[in-house]
Nanobody, 123 residues
Framework: QVQLVESGGGLVQAGGSLRLSCAAS????????MGWFRQAPGKERQRIAA???????YYADSVKGRCTISRDNAKNTVYLQMSSLKPEDTAVYYC?????????????????WGQGTQVTVSS
């Protein structure tokens, strides 16, 4: 079992920055591919960034150039640095772990999820 706890969300003005953290316990994250997803009201959960076991990184077009995903295996934590935030980035952000070397785009293929952290960007 892996427990994931996100933190770092909040209310920020457009153009601002936030760093989300996803701390894991139970097992080492180095063996998991990790994804950051977000879900806005009335919309499907969308993967916005992911990092594979080997360190391969993916970003959705909607956040490319504004987000950086990283992992600190020593701290068993994954981060999502977000900058130049826009009102359309407002959503609940989730981290997820997949017990597979490949960071799938399909949320159903992730094995563990955090509880989510709210990000609200005001205009």
């Amino acid at each position: 079992q892996v427990q994931l706890v996100e933190s770092g969300g909040g209310l920020v003005q457009a153009g601002g920055s936030l760093r989300l953290s996803c701390a894991a316990s139970g097992r080492t994250l180095s063996r998991f591919s990790m994804g950051w997803f977000r879900q806005a009201p009335g919309k499907e959960r969308q993967r916005i960034a992911a990092i594979s076991v080997s360190g391969g990184i993916y970003y959705a077009d909607s956040v490319k150039g504004r987000c950086t995903i990283s992992r600190d295996n020593a701290k068993n934590t994954v981060y999502l640095q977000m900058s130049s935030l826009k009102p359309e980035d407002t959503a609940v952000y989730y981290c997820a772990a997949r017990n597979n070397a490949y960071a799938s785009s399909n949320a159903r293929e992730y094995d563990y999820w955090g509880q989510g952290t709210q990000v609200t960007v005001s205009s």
